[in-house]
Nanobody
């Protein structure tokens, strides 16, 4: 069992930065692939970024590549999402999630076993 708690959301102007954190419980944290997803009002939850067990492999959606960076610290049972050059279209509730997969198919929402409650990110123009 893994419990995930996100933090770090808030309101920021376009062009600004935020760093989201996700704290996880569980003794086998390092054996989970981790991802960030987001859901804007009236839209489906979409993939943002994912990272492998060791942190050696990461990938991103086209919408955020080059602006966002995912990282993890297995010693602290945490995963992070550094978001730079934020745009109003990045406004959404951001969720972290854990998958028993290492690195493949982590862009698929259905591959995740555990989800956090989400944290709101609002980017004003």
């Amino acid at each position: 069992q893994v419990q995930l708690v996100e933090s770090g959301g808030g309101m920021v102007q376009a062009g600004g930065s935020l760093r989201l954190s996700c704290a996880a419980s569980g003794r086998t944290f390092s054996r989970y692939g981790l991802g960030w997803f987001r859901q804007a009002p009236g839209k489906e939850r979409e993939f943002v970024a994912a990272i492998s067990w060791s942190g050696g492999y990461a990938y991103y959606s086209v919408a955020v590549k080059g602006r966002f960076t995912i990282s993890r610290d297995n010693a602290k049972n945490a995963v992070y999402l550094q978001m730079n050059s934020l745009k109003p279209e990045d406004t959404a509730v951001y969720y972290c999630a854990a998958s028993r997969r290492d690195y493949s198919a982590l862009e698929r929402r259905g591959e995740y076993d555990y989800w956090g409650q989400g944290t709101q990110v609002t980017v004003s123009s």
